[in-house]
């Protein structure tokens, strides 16, 4: 168990849906990265934010969109659903810069979501 | 920006055989190297780590790693593989005091055979 948590654990919607992924970090933790992970395009990074403040974007699509809030939780927001957006969804956190652990990354158990 | 590239994708080795997982990364300064492992259905997990230091890092189950700054390398390596190593493996790269932004690798399935 890594300390990092993910609601729901599964989710299964129609094509053109919004739906909200959940994501608390480790106790502690500054950074909370998105993560999605499919068969065909492997692990490929979203978004990353630190204290709230959006750090780095990745291969993320416009109809995708996070937040991180006080408290530090985040949320993955996916609307118009689409089939190819059917993946796993994985949250991850890191401690803050500086420590032994800066940089390492704690995964969530992650969220499968089917598009149908 | 920083890249990290895995070669092999794919890796079917037999039991007892030995591994090398290759890992190379572009940057120009000062970096942080980790390996993480996903077993079949299961999230990302650290495997080993490199900060400083010795260059050869020995992580958990009996892994590790050769950071070779002059290669810009960082392989991951076990003498003898066992069944329950089948699992993808992931090499990820941050620079030191950065802004926490972490660059991973495509990944590597490996598969033993028993």
């Known amino acids: 168990d890594s300390g990092v948590t993910q609601t729901p654990k599964h989710l299964i919607t129609a094509t053109g849906q919004r739906v909200t992924l959940r994501c608390s970090p480790r106790s502690g933790d500054l950074s909370v990265y998105w993560y999605q992970q499919s068969l065909d395009q492997g692990l490929q990074f979203l978004i990353q934010y630190y204290n709230g403040e959006e750090r780095a974007k990745g291969n993320i699509l416009e109809r995708f969109s996070a937040q991180q809030f006080p408290d530090l939780h985040s949320e993955l927001n996916l609307s118009s659903l689409e089939l190819g957006d059917s993946a796993l969804y994985f949250c991850?956190?890191?401690?803050?810069?500086?420590?032994?652990?800066?940089?390492?990354?704690?995964f969530g158990p992650g969220t499968r979501l089917t598009v149908l | 920006a920083q890249s990290v590239s895995q070669h092999n994708h794919h890796v079917i080795l037999s039991e007892a055989a030995s591994l090398e997982l290759g890992c190379n990364y572009s940057?120009?300064?000062?970096?942080?190297l980790f390996w993480y492992v996903q077993y079949p259905g299961q999230h990302l997990q650290l495997l080993l780590k490199y900060f400083s230091g010795d260059p050869l890092v020995k992580g958990i189950k009996g892994f590790e790693a050769e950071f070779i700054k002059s290669k810009f390398s960082f392989n991951l390596r076990k003498p003898s593989v066992q069944w329950s190593d089948t699992a993808e493996y992931f090499c990820?790269?941050?620079?030191?005091?950065?802004?926490?932004?972490?660059?991973f690798g495509t990944g590597t399935k490996l598969q033993v055979i028993p």
């Open positions: 991850a956190s890191s401690p803050p810069a500086g420590g032994p652990n800066t940089d390492t990354q704690y």
């Open positions: 940057y120009g300064g000062t970096v942080n």
């Open positions: 990820a790269v941050s620079h030191s005091g950065g802004y926490q932004k972490v660059t």
